[in-house]
C-alpha cells in the first residue's frame, strides 16, 4: 500500500466542534469515473435484495459505468437494516452477493428490497468489521463479520446517546441525532478541492481514517463518511479535544505506510490489502492498480 498511500499529503487539522479532521490531499487531482451506490439505487441502476441470508444480500447491478459501494456503508429496510462488511467496486452489469452484518437486533420482517442510506457506519463499529473481517479472511477466507460484538456496540451507542430503538437499531441513533450532526457538518462546507480523506482525532486520539482513489470520489460520499465520525464524536461529548498539529497527524500516516499489507481477493474487482498488528487495523482496496479507498481504526477492545 506504501506505494499508494504516499500519493497523498496531510493538510493543516480543523475543528467541528469536538472532532478535529485532518485533511488528507490528493497530489494529482483526477477524476474518478464511479457511480455511488446512493445514486445507482436512486437511478434504478442497482437493487439490493434480502434472501433471508442474515449474512449475504444480492446486488442486482445493472448500471453503465463502475460502481462503489463504501465499508460500512449502511442499507435499509428489507427484513432488517445491514451495514455493507467491506468496500467492493463492481464494474460492469453484473449480480454480487455482498457480505453484510446486521445492525438492527429486533427486526426480522418487512419486504426483500433494500433503499438507499445517507448513513456510514461510525468508527469503532467499523474496527469491529474490519478486525473481525481480517481473522475471517485469515482464516477461512471469507467477509464475515463478527455478529455480536456489532450488537453489543449498537446497544452501546444508543445508551451513550440517550437514544431509544424499539428495534435496537443503529439508524435510530443517526435520525435522533440529526440536528446536532448538521451542527458539525456546517464546518466541512469549505474544504481544499483537493481533499480526498481525513483523519480524526477525538480526545487527542485518532479514531480513524478513510482516504478515497480521488477527490472526486471523496465528494460523492464526504457527508455521508462524516456523519458516521460524528456520531462518535457525539458519544464522547464531555471529552475534551486539545489541539492537534500536523506533525502528530503526519506521524500516524506514516506509520500506516510502514506497515506490511496482505493481499486477499476482493468481493468483487480488484484486490484487497490488510493489516492487523500494535493495536491498529487497516484495509485497502485496489481496482486496476489504482486505489480506490484506505481505512484504518484502532484494534477495538477484545478484536
Not at 506505494?3 to 475543528?15: D, M, Q, T, V
Not at 467477509?143 to 440517550?162: E, G, M, P, R, Y
Not at 448538521?182 to 485518532?206: K, P, Q, S, T, W
Not at 471523496?218 to 462524516?226: D, G, I
Request: proline residues 4%.
Amino acid at each position: 500500500m506504501r506505494r499508494f498511500l504516499k500519493n497523498y499529503e496531510i493538510g493543516e487539522p480543523f475543528f467541528l466542534r469536538n472532532l478535529v479532521l485532518a485533511p488528507v490531499l490528493a497530489k494529482t487531482n483526477g477524476g474518478d469515473g464511479y457511480m455511488v451506490l446512493e445514486q445507482a439505487i436512486q437511478s434504478k441502476s442497482a437493487r439490493i435484495f434480502d434472501r433471508g441470508n442474515v449474512n449475504t444480500v444480492e446486488l442486482d447491478y445493472l448500471g453503465d459505468q463502475p460502481l462503489f459501494i463504501m465499508e460500512g456503508e449502511e442499507i435499509l429496510g428489507a427484513l432488517q437494516n445491514r451495514v455493507v462488511n467491506t468496500s467492493v467496486v463492481v464494474e460492469e452489469p453484473h449480480t454480487v452477493h455482498l457480505p453484510v452484518v446486521c445492525v438492527e437486533k429486533g427486526r426480522w420482517s418487512g419486504n426483500s428490497q433494500f433503499r438507499e442510506s445517507q448513513t456510514v457506519a461510525y468508527p469503532s463499529l467499523r474496527a469491529i468489521l474490519a478486525s473481525s473481517v481480517y481473522e475471517s479472511l485469515k482464516s477461512r477466507h471469507e467477509f464475515s463479520a463478527n455478529q455480536s460484538q456489532i450488537w453489543q456496540s449498537v446497544d452501546q451507542t444508543l445508551k451513550s446517546l440517550q437514544v431509544h430503538s424499539a428495534t435496537q437499531s443503529m439508524h435510530d441513533a443517526y435520525q435522533t441525532m440529526e440536528e446536532e450532526i448538521g451542527h458539525y457538518l456546517e464546518y466541512l462546507e469549505d474544504v481544499d478541492d483537493r481533499m480526498a480523506g481525513f483523519i480524526a482525532v477525538v480526545g487527542g486520539e485518532v479514531i480513524g481514517t478513510d482516504v478515497f482513489g480521488s477527490p472526486a470520489l471523496f465528494q460523492k460520499v464526504r457527508e455521508k463518511a462524516a456523519r458516521g465520525y460524528i456520531i462518535e464524536a457525539l458519544t464522547r461529548r464531555f471529552q475534551t479535544s486539545p489541539l492537534v498539529n500536523r506533525d502528530f497527524v503526519m506521524d500516524f500516516w506514516e506509520s500506516l505506510q510502514r506497515r506490511r499489507y496482505e493481499a486477499y481477493p476482493a468481493v468483487a474487482h480488484g484486490k484487497e490489502y490488510r493489516f492487523k498488528r500494535q493495536g491498529w487495523v487497516a484495509r485497502g482496496l485496489v481496482v486496476e492498480d489504482q486505489m480506490v479507498h484506505f481505512s484504518a481504526f484502532p484494534v477495538p477492545t477484545g478484536g
